[in-house]
Protein backbone atom coordinates (compact mmCIF):
# COMPACT_ATOMS: atom_id res chain seq x y z
CA UNK A 1 0.00 0.00 0.00
CA UNK A 2 2.49 2.41 1.08
CA UNK A 3 4.45 1.62 -2.19
CA UNK A 4 1.32 2.09 -4.39
CA UNK A 5 0.68 5.65 -2.70
CA UNK A 6 4.48 6.69 -3.23
CA UNK A 7 4.42 5.86 -6.59
CA UNK A 8 1.35 7.37 -7.21
CA UNK A 9 3.27 10.91 -5.73
CA UNK A 10 5.76 10.24 -7.85
CA UNK A 11 3.61 10.23 -11.00
CA UNK A 12 1.72 13.05 -9.90
CA UNK A 13 4.87 14.84 -9.83
CA UNK A 14 6.30 13.68 -13.05
CA UNK A 15 3.07 14.95 -14.53
CA UNK A 16 2.67 18.61 -12.57
CA UNK A 17 2.23 21.38 -14.43
CA UNK A 18 5.13 23.51 -13.34
CA UNK A 19 7.41 20.50 -13.62
CA UNK A 20 8.29 21.39 -17.86
CA UNK A 21 9.09 25.20 -16.06
CA UNK A 22 11.59 23.62 -14.11
CA UNK A 23 13.29 21.53 -15.91
CA UNK A 24 13.60 24.42 -18.45
CA UNK A 25 15.68 26.45 -16.26
CA UNK A 26 17.76 23.67 -15.05
CA UNK A 27 18.40 22.48 -18.63
CA UNK A 28 19.05 26.31 -19.70
CA UNK A 29 21.66 26.87 -17.23
CA UNK A 30 23.50 23.80 -17.81
CA UNK A 31 23.44 23.72 -21.49
CA UNK A 32 22.67 27.20 -22.68
CA UNK A 33 26.57 27.85 -22.27
CA UNK A 34 27.85 25.40 -24.55
CA UNK A 35 24.46 25.74 -27.21
CA UNK A 36 25.45 29.29 -27.34
CA UNK A 37 23.19 32.13 -29.29
CA UNK A 38 20.87 29.14 -30.01
CA UNK A 39 19.88 28.98 -26.60
CA UNK A 40 17.85 31.92 -26.51
CA UNK A 41 15.30 31.21 -28.88
CA UNK A 42 15.45 27.68 -27.74
CA UNK A 43 14.42 28.93 -24.19
CA UNK A 44 11.51 31.16 -25.73
CA UNK A 45 10.04 27.94 -27.58
CA UNK A 46 10.83 26.08 -24.60
CA UNK A 47 8.77 28.63 -22.53
CA UNK A 48 5.26 28.59 -25.04
CA UNK A 49 5.41 24.76 -24.83
CA UNK A 50 5.82 24.74 -20.79
CA UNK A 51 2.80 27.50 -20.76
CA UNK A 52 0.35 25.28 -22.58
CA UNK A 53 1.40 22.08 -21.19
CA UNK A 54 0.65 23.74 -17.94
CA UNK A 55 -2.53 25.07 -18.85
CA UNK A 56 -3.50 21.65 -20.10
CA UNK A 57 -3.19 20.44 -16.65
CA UNK A 58 -4.77 23.31 -14.67
CA UNK A 59 -4.82 27.08 -13.82
CA UNK A 60 -2.94 26.54 -10.57
CA UNK A 61 -0.23 24.78 -12.24
CA UNK A 62 0.39 27.41 -14.58
CA UNK A 63 -0.02 30.34 -12.39
CA UNK A 64 3.00 28.39 -10.17
CA UNK A 65 5.04 27.80 -13.58
CA UNK A 66 4.56 31.32 -14.67
CA UNK A 67 6.08 32.65 -10.78
CA UNK A 68 9.16 30.64 -11.45
CA UNK A 69 9.75 31.49 -14.69
CA UNK A 70 9.33 35.22 -13.98
CA UNK A 71 11.25 34.69 -10.90
CA UNK A 72 14.50 33.09 -12.73
CA UNK A 73 14.90 33.95 -16.50
CA UNK A 74 16.58 36.70 -15.59
CA UNK A 75 19.31 34.71 -13.70
CA UNK A 76 19.12 32.46 -16.28
CA UNK A 77 19.67 34.98 -19.10
CA UNK A 78 22.46 36.70 -17.06
CA UNK A 79 24.21 33.26 -16.63
CA UNK A 80 23.88 32.75 -20.21
CA UNK A 81 25.02 35.85 -21.27
CA UNK A 82 28.24 36.03 -19.59
CA UNK A 83 29.49 32.56 -21.55
CA UNK A 84 27.98 33.98 -25.14
CA UNK A 85 27.92 37.50 -24.92
CA UNK A 86 25.37 40.53 -23.71
CA UNK A 87 21.91 40.87 -25.59
CA UNK A 88 20.88 44.17 -26.00
CA UNK A 89 17.39 42.85 -27.30
CA UNK A 90 17.13 40.90 -23.91
CA UNK A 91 15.07 38.10 -26.09
CA UNK A 92 15.38 35.46 -23.48
CA UNK A 93 13.05 37.69 -21.29
CA UNK A 94 10.20 37.20 -24.21
CA UNK A 95 9.65 33.76 -22.88
CA UNK A 96 7.92 34.41 -19.49
CA UNK A 97 5.33 36.32 -21.83
CA UNK A 98 5.09 33.69 -24.43
CA UNK A 99 3.95 31.22 -21.25
CA UNK A 100 1.47 33.68 -20.59
CA UNK A 101 0.15 34.01 -23.66
CA UNK A 102 -0.82 30.47 -24.31
CA UNK A 103 -4.36 30.44 -22.61
CA UNK A 104 -5.19 32.48 -25.15
CA UNK A 105 -7.58 30.38 -26.73
CA UNK A 106 -9.47 29.67 -24.06
CA UNK A 107 -10.06 32.97 -24.24
CA UNK A 108 -11.69 33.23 -27.90
CA UNK A 109 -14.04 29.99 -27.00
CA UNK A 110 -15.24 31.96 -24.27
CA UNK A 111 -15.79 35.04 -27.04
CA UNK A 112 -17.22 32.05 -29.74
CA UNK A 113 -19.98 31.05 -26.88
CA UNK A 114 -23.26 32.01 -28.04
CA UNK A 115 -24.73 32.56 -24.77
CA UNK A 116 -22.47 34.36 -22.16
CA UNK A 117 -22.92 35.28 -18.92
CA UNK A 118 -22.13 38.90 -18.40
CA UNK A 119 -18.70 39.81 -17.01
CA UNK A 120 -18.65 43.49 -16.31
CA UNK A 121 -15.14 43.24 -14.15
CA UNK A 122 -13.68 42.61 -17.59
CA UNK A 123 -14.66 46.37 -18.81
CA UNK A 124 -11.94 47.96 -17.37
CA UNK A 125 -8.69 45.19 -18.65
CA UNK A 126 -10.38 46.00 -22.13
CA UNK A 127 -10.31 49.57 -22.05
CA UNK A 128 -6.79 49.20 -21.03
CA UNK A 129 -6.14 46.98 -24.07
CA UNK A 130 -7.62 49.81 -26.48
CA UNK A 131 -5.35 51.99 -24.91
CA UNK A 132 -2.28 49.61 -25.37
CA UNK A 133 -3.24 49.79 -29.08
CA UNK A 134 -3.47 53.45 -29.32
CA UNK A 135 0.17 53.76 -27.80
CA UNK A 136 1.10 50.46 -30.36
CA UNK A 137 0.16 52.97 -33.46
CA UNK A 138 1.59 55.55 -32.26
CA UNK A 139 4.89 54.09 -32.04
CA UNK A 140 4.46 53.28 -35.46
CA UNK A 141 3.85 56.12 -36.91
CA UNK A 142 6.90 56.81 -35.53
CA UNK A 143 8.25 53.97 -37.84
CA UNK A 144 9.54 52.21 -34.69
CA UNK A 145 8.01 49.02 -35.51
CA UNK A 146 10.36 47.23 -32.70
CA UNK A 147 9.38 49.32 -29.84
CA UNK A 148 5.93 49.08 -30.64
CA UNK A 149 5.63 45.43 -30.96
CA UNK A 150 8.14 44.30 -27.52
CA UNK A 151 5.59 47.36 -25.71
CA UNK A 152 2.29 45.96 -26.97
CA UNK A 153 3.72 42.60 -25.91
CA UNK A 154 5.01 43.69 -22.48
CA UNK A 155 1.78 45.59 -21.74
CA UNK A 156 -0.35 43.15 -22.90
CA UNK A 157 0.13 39.83 -22.64
CA UNK A 158 -0.68 40.46 -18.04
CA UNK A 159 -3.77 41.85 -19.27
CA UNK A 160 -4.85 38.69 -21.71
CA UNK A 161 -3.56 36.69 -18.74
CA UNK A 162 -5.57 38.31 -16.42
CA UNK A 163 -8.73 37.68 -18.77
CA UNK A 164 -8.27 34.10 -19.32
CA UNK A 165 -7.13 33.39 -15.35
CA UNK A 166 -10.54 34.99 -14.21
CA UNK A 167 -12.47 32.67 -16.42
CA UNK A 168 -10.92 29.74 -14.27
CA UNK A 169 -10.82 31.52 -10.54
CA UNK A 170 -13.44 30.63 -8.19
CA UNK A 171 -13.47 32.33 -4.69
CA UNK A 172 -12.67 29.13 -3.06
CA UNK A 173 -9.11 30.76 -2.69
CA UNK A 174 -7.31 27.28 -4.55
CA UNK A 175 -5.48 29.93 -7.13
CA UNK A 176 -3.91 31.98 -4.20
CA UNK A 177 -2.91 29.17 -2.76
CA UNK A 178 -0.93 27.77 -5.72
CA UNK A 179 0.32 31.37 -5.96
CA UNK A 180 1.36 31.09 -2.16
CA UNK A 181 2.85 27.76 -2.62
CA UNK A 182 5.10 28.56 -5.75
CA UNK A 183 6.47 31.23 -3.24
CA UNK A 184 6.99 29.03 -0.85
CA UNK A 185 9.88 27.38 -3.00
CA UNK A 186 10.92 31.09 -4.82
CA UNK A 187 11.11 33.18 -1.88
CA UNK A 188 14.13 31.67 0.31
CA UNK A 189 16.60 30.67 -3.03
CA UNK A 190 15.78 34.20 -4.10
CA UNK A 191 16.80 35.47 -0.43
CA UNK A 192 19.45 33.37 -0.45
CA UNK A 193 21.31 34.15 -3.83
CA UNK A 194 20.05 37.94 -3.02
CA UNK A 195 22.47 37.84 0.52
CA UNK A 196 25.13 36.45 -1.72
CA UNK A 197 24.46 39.01 -4.02
CA UNK A 198 25.10 42.08 -1.72
CA UNK A 199 28.36 40.39 -0.12
CA UNK A 200 30.04 39.21 -2.95
CA UNK A 201 27.98 39.56 -6.84
CA UNK A 202 28.83 36.78 -8.57
CA UNK A 203 30.30 37.30 -12.01
CA UNK A 204 27.17 36.98 -14.60
CA UNK A 205 25.63 39.70 -11.87
CA UNK A 206 28.82 42.03 -12.64
CA UNK A 207 28.98 41.07 -16.21
CA UNK A 208 25.03 42.44 -16.42
CA UNK A 209 25.30 45.88 -14.21
CA UNK A 210 28.23 46.66 -16.35
CA UNK A 211 26.54 46.33 -19.71
CA UNK A 212 22.60 47.02 -18.70
CA UNK A 213 21.37 50.40 -19.23
CA UNK A 214 19.44 50.08 -15.32
CA UNK A 215 20.73 53.00 -13.04
CA UNK A 216 18.78 51.76 -10.02
CA UNK A 217 20.83 48.71 -9.00
CA UNK A 218 24.14 50.07 -7.46
CA UNK A 219 27.47 49.22 -8.52
CA UNK A 220 28.85 45.75 -9.53
CA UNK A 221 31.09 45.85 -5.98
CA UNK A 222 30.39 43.87 -2.80
CA UNK A 223 28.38 45.87 -0.26
CA UNK A 224 27.25 48.02 -2.77
CA UNK A 225 25.38 46.08 -4.64
CA UNK A 226 20.88 47.14 -4.27
CA UNK A 227 20.23 43.50 -3.97
CA UNK A 228 18.22 42.71 -7.39
CA UNK A 229 18.38 38.60 -6.53
CA UNK A 230 17.53 36.72 -9.43
CA UNK A 231 15.49 39.17 -11.05
CA UNK A 232 15.89 42.30 -13.22
CA UNK A 233 16.14 44.92 -10.73
CA UNK A 234 15.55 45.67 -7.05
CA UNK A 235 11.65 47.26 -7.92
CA UNK A 236 11.07 43.84 -9.43
CA UNK A 237 12.79 41.75 -6.52
CA UNK A 238 11.16 43.91 -3.87
CA UNK A 239 7.40 43.61 -4.74
CA UNK A 240 7.91 40.04 -5.83
CA UNK A 241 8.88 39.66 -2.76
CA UNK A 242 6.81 41.63 -0.63
CA UNK A 243 3.91 39.92 -2.26
CA UNK A 244 5.47 36.47 -1.49
CA UNK A 245 5.47 37.47 2.02
CA UNK A 246 2.12 38.32 2.63
CA UNK A 247 1.01 35.85 0.97
CA UNK A 248 2.98 32.69 3.11
CA UNK A 249 2.13 35.41 6.29
CA UNK A 250 -1.12 35.03 6.36
CA UNK A 251 -1.90 31.68 4.16
CA UNK A 252 0.97 29.38 5.18
CA UNK A 253 1.06 29.75 9.00
CA UNK A 254 3.71 27.52 11.12
CA UNK A 255 7.48 27.54 11.36
CA UNK A 256 7.71 25.86 7.98
CA UNK A 257 6.65 29.36 5.98
CA UNK A 258 8.56 31.17 8.58
CA UNK A 259 11.92 29.40 7.64
CA UNK A 260 11.43 30.55 4.10
CA UNK A 261 10.66 34.00 5.21
CA UNK A 262 13.51 34.79 7.10
CA UNK A 263 15.83 35.33 4.31
CA UNK A 264 13.31 37.02 1.85
CA UNK A 265 12.82 39.43 4.70
CA UNK A 266 16.37 40.45 4.89
CA UNK A 267 16.96 40.10 0.72
CA UNK A 268 14.46 42.86 1.17
CA UNK A 269 15.89 45.08 3.23
CA UNK A 270 18.91 44.17 0.81
CA UNK A 271 16.82 45.78 -2.12
CA UNK A 272 16.93 48.92 -0.72
CA UNK A 273 13.31 49.08 -2.34
CA UNK A 274 11.00 51.64 -0.37
CA UNK A 275 8.26 51.08 -1.93
CA UNK A 276 8.37 47.59 -1.10
CA UNK A 277 9.04 47.89 2.78
CA UNK A 278 5.88 50.76 2.76
CA UNK A 279 3.46 48.01 0.55
CA UNK A 280 4.53 44.96 3.17
CA UNK A 281 4.08 47.29 5.92
CA UNK A 282 0.66 48.65 4.38
CA UNK A 283 -0.44 45.30 3.88
CA UNK A 284 -0.25 44.24 7.72
CA UNK A 285 -1.85 46.77 8.77
CA UNK A 286 -4.63 46.31 6.21
CA UNK A 287 -5.16 42.97 7.54
CA UNK A 288 -5.46 43.75 11.01
CA UNK A 289 -9.09 45.16 10.06
CA UNK A 290 -10.44 41.99 9.55
CA UNK A 291 -11.23 38.96 11.89
CA UNK A 292 -9.89 36.41 10.01
CA UNK A 293 -6.30 38.00 9.67
CA UNK A 294 -6.08 40.07 13.20
CA UNK A 295 -4.27 37.54 15.19
CA UNK A 296 -1.79 36.91 12.49
CA UNK A 297 -1.33 40.36 11.50
CA UNK A 298 -0.59 41.10 14.60
CA UNK A 299 2.40 38.29 15.10
CA UNK A 300 3.66 39.36 11.69
CA UNK A 301 3.84 42.70 12.10
CA UNK A 302 5.54 41.87 15.23
CA UNK A 303 7.93 39.79 13.57
CA UNK A 304 8.60 42.34 10.86
CA UNK A 305 9.48 44.92 13.70
CA UNK A 306 12.09 42.13 15.34
CA UNK A 307 13.66 41.30 12.10
CA UNK A 308 14.25 44.39 10.63
CA UNK A 309 15.82 45.75 14.29
CA UNK A 310 17.48 42.68 14.22
CA UNK A 311 19.30 43.19 10.89
CA UNK A 312 20.11 47.17 11.80
CA UNK A 313 21.95 45.71 14.72
CA UNK A 314 23.62 42.56 14.65
CA UNK A 315 24.37 42.07 10.57
CA UNK A 316 27.29 43.29 8.69
CA UNK A 317 24.43 45.32 6.70
CA UNK A 318 23.12 47.43 9.62
CA UNK A 319 24.42 50.39 8.29
CA UNK A 320 22.80 51.00 4.73
CA UNK A 321 19.62 49.51 5.81
CA UNK A 322 19.58 52.29 8.24
CA UNK A 323 20.68 55.08 6.66
CA UNK A 324 17.83 53.76 4.15
CA UNK A 325 15.22 53.53 6.67
CA UNK A 326 16.30 57.08 8.04
CA UNK A 327 15.13 58.31 4.52
CA UNK A 328 11.39 57.39 4.80
CA UNK A 329 10.99 60.17 7.05
CA UNK A 330 13.49 62.94 5.50
CA UNK A 331 10.17 64.51 3.85
CA UNK A 332 11.83 67.51 1.10
CA UNK A 333 15.38 66.11 1.48
CA UNK A 334 14.55 62.80 0.17
CA UNK A 335 16.56 62.81 -3.69
CA UNK A 336 14.42 60.35 -5.09
CA UNK A 337 11.03 61.96 -4.17
CA UNK A 338 12.06 65.58 -5.57
CA UNK A 339 13.32 63.57 -8.73
CA UNK A 340 10.15 62.12 -9.50
CA UNK A 341 8.31 65.73 -8.67
CA UNK A 342 10.86 67.12 -11.35
CA UNK A 343 9.52 64.63 -13.85
CA UNK A 344 6.12 66.12 -13.73
CA UNK A 345 7.51 69.66 -14.58
CA UNK A 346 9.39 67.96 -17.16
CA UNK A 347 6.50 66.52 -18.61
CA UNK A 348 4.42 70.18 -18.41
CA UNK A 349 7.01 72.22 -19.94
CA UNK A 350 8.04 70.09 -23.22
CA UNK A 351 7.06 71.77 -25.80
CA UNK A 352 3.55 69.83 -26.48
CA UNK A 353 3.63 68.63 -22.34
CA UNK A 354 3.26 65.32 -24.10
CA UNK A 355 -0.43 65.98 -25.50
CA UNK A 356 -0.96 62.93 -27.64
CA UNK A 357 2.20 60.38 -26.05
CA UNK A 358 4.78 58.96 -27.47
CA UNK A 359 3.36 55.54 -27.51
CA UNK A 360 6.23 52.68 -26.58
CA UNK A 361 9.37 54.69 -28.09
CA UNK A 362 11.19 55.66 -25.08
CA UNK A 363 14.53 57.15 -24.52
CA UNK A 364 16.66 54.76 -22.59
CA UNK A 365 16.85 55.79 -19.15
CA UNK A 366 20.89 54.57 -19.49
CA UNK A 367 21.69 57.32 -22.27
CA UNK A 368 23.07 60.63 -20.42
CA UNK A 369 20.37 62.89 -20.29
CA UNK A 370 17.38 61.20 -20.60
CA UNK A 371 14.27 61.54 -18.05
CA UNK A 372 13.68 58.40 -15.61
CA UNK A 373 9.98 56.87 -16.31
CA UNK A 374 8.76 56.24 -12.47
CA UNK A 375 5.49 55.69 -11.32
CA UNK A 376 2.22 54.82 -13.36
CA UNK A 377 1.10 58.49 -13.63
CA UNK A 378 4.58 59.28 -15.37
CA UNK A 379 4.04 56.29 -17.35
CA UNK A 380 0.72 56.66 -18.55
CA UNK A 381 1.28 60.47 -19.65
CA UNK A 382 4.19 59.70 -21.44
CA UNK A 383 3.20 56.54 -23.33
CA UNK A 384 -0.71 57.55 -23.96
CA UNK A 385 -0.30 61.58 -23.45
CA UNK A 386 -3.22 63.33 -21.22
CA UNK A 387 -6.37 62.58 -22.84
CA UNK A 388 -6.37 58.27 -23.58
CA UNK A 389 -3.52 58.55 -20.20
CA UNK A 390 -6.10 60.30 -17.89
CA UNK A 391 -8.76 57.26 -19.49
CA UNK A 392 -5.61 54.15 -18.74
CA UNK A 393 -5.69 55.40 -15.28
CA UNK A 394 -9.21 55.21 -14.61
CA UNK A 395 -9.31 51.59 -15.64
CA UNK A 396 -6.16 50.68 -13.65
CA UNK A 397 -7.64 52.06 -10.32
CA UNK A 398 -10.89 50.82 -11.27
CA UNK A 399 -9.04 47.29 -11.26
CA UNK A 400 -7.09 47.83 -8.13
CA UNK A 401 -10.29 48.84 -6.20
CA UNK A 402 -11.93 46.18 -7.00
CA UNK A 403 -9.16 43.89 -6.27
CA UNK A 404 -8.63 45.78 -2.71
CA UNK A 405 -12.84 44.90 -2.45
CA UNK A 406 -11.75 41.19 -2.20
CA UNK A 407 -11.30 41.67 1.22
CA UNK A 408 -15.55 42.27 1.95
CA UNK A 409 -16.46 40.33 -0.79
CA UNK A 410 -14.10 37.11 0.53
CA UNK A 411 -13.88 37.60 4.04
CA UNK A 412 -11.45 34.91 4.34
CA UNK A 413 -7.61 34.81 4.68
CA UNK A 414 -7.48 34.79 0.89
CA UNK A 415 -9.47 37.17 0.28
CA UNK A 416 -8.18 39.63 2.78
CA UNK A 417 -4.64 38.75 1.79
CA UNK A 418 -5.39 39.91 -1.58
CA UNK A 419 -7.08 43.17 -0.45
CA UNK A 420 -4.01 43.69 1.12
CA UNK A 421 -1.60 43.39 -1.99
CA UNK A 422 -4.17 45.46 -4.42
CA UNK A 423 -3.92 48.12 -1.82
CA UNK A 424 -0.28 48.30 -1.45
CA UNK A 425 -0.52 48.53 -5.78
CA UNK A 426 -2.78 51.38 -5.74
CA UNK A 427 -1.56 53.74 -2.80
CA UNK A 428 2.09 53.04 -3.15
CA UNK A 429 3.45 51.27 -6.11
CA UNK A 430 1.17 52.80 -8.51
CA UNK A 431 2.44 56.47 -7.77
CA UNK A 432 6.12 55.13 -7.36
CA UNK A 433 6.18 52.46 -9.98
CA UNK A 434 5.41 51.43 -13.58
CA UNK A 435 2.97 48.69 -12.84
CA UNK A 436 1.53 48.14 -16.16
CA UNK A 437 4.66 45.85 -18.01
CA UNK A 438 6.94 43.16 -17.02
CA UNK A 439 6.72 41.11 -13.83
CA UNK A 440 5.36 43.68 -11.43
CA UNK A 441 2.50 43.88 -14.14
CA UNK A 442 1.87 39.99 -13.66
CA UNK A 443 1.75 39.87 -9.98
CA UNK A 444 -0.72 43.29 -10.27
CA UNK A 445 -3.20 41.40 -12.87
CA UNK A 446 -2.92 37.59 -10.96
CA UNK A 447 -4.04 39.23 -8.31
CA UNK A 448 -7.11 41.13 -9.72
CA UNK A 449 -7.99 38.00 -11.58
CA UNK A 450 -8.15 36.05 -8.44
CA UNK A 451 -9.86 39.00 -6.39
CA UNK A 452 -12.33 38.94 -8.46
CA UNK A 453 -13.41 35.43 -9.45
CA UNK A 454 -16.17 35.39 -12.35
CA UNK A 455 -18.43 33.15 -10.18
CA UNK A 456 -18.95 36.06 -8.19
CA UNK A 457 -20.89 38.10 -10.54
CA UNK A 458 -22.60 35.13 -13.06
CA UNK A 459 -25.99 33.56 -12.09
CA UNK A 460 -25.80 30.06 -10.07
CA UNK A 461 -25.36 27.36 -12.10
CA UNK A 462 -23.33 29.28 -15.33
CA UNK A 463 -20.35 29.43 -14.55
CA UNK A 464 -19.14 25.37 -14.61
CA UNK A 465 -21.88 25.33 -17.90
CA UNK A 466 -19.68 28.15 -19.40
CA UNK A 467 -15.90 26.99 -18.15
CA UNK A 468 -16.51 23.70 -19.22
CA UNK A 469 -16.54 24.70 -22.99
CA UNK A 470 -13.77 27.23 -22.82
Known sequence: MNQGRLTARLLDLLFAGWLPAVLLLLVTIAIGPVLGSLSRPLFVVGCAAAGWYAWRQSAGAHVQGAILLFAFAPFVRRFVDVSVGFDQQSIMLIGPLLYILMPLPSIWTWLSLTERPRNPWMIAPIVILFCITYAAVASMLQNDWFNAANGALKWSAPVLYAIALQLRAKADGELVNAMAGAFFVVLPITGLYGIWQYVDPPAWDRFWMNYASITSAGYPLPYMVRVFSTMNGPATYGTFTATGLLLLGFTRPGWQSLLAMGPAALGLLLSLYRAG???????????????????????????????????????????????????????????????????????????????????????????????????????????????????????????????VSAAWRMPTREGVVLGAIALGGVLIHMPLTAISSGEISVLFWMVFAMACPWDQDVRAGEPAHVLQQA
Open 277 to 403: WLGLALGVMFCMVFAATRVRAVTTGIGIAISATCAVLFTPFGDAIFTRLQSLGSGSEDGSGAERLEEFVTLWNAPDSYLWGVGFTFTDVGVAGSMPIDGQIIASWVTFGIPVGMVCLAAYLWVALWS
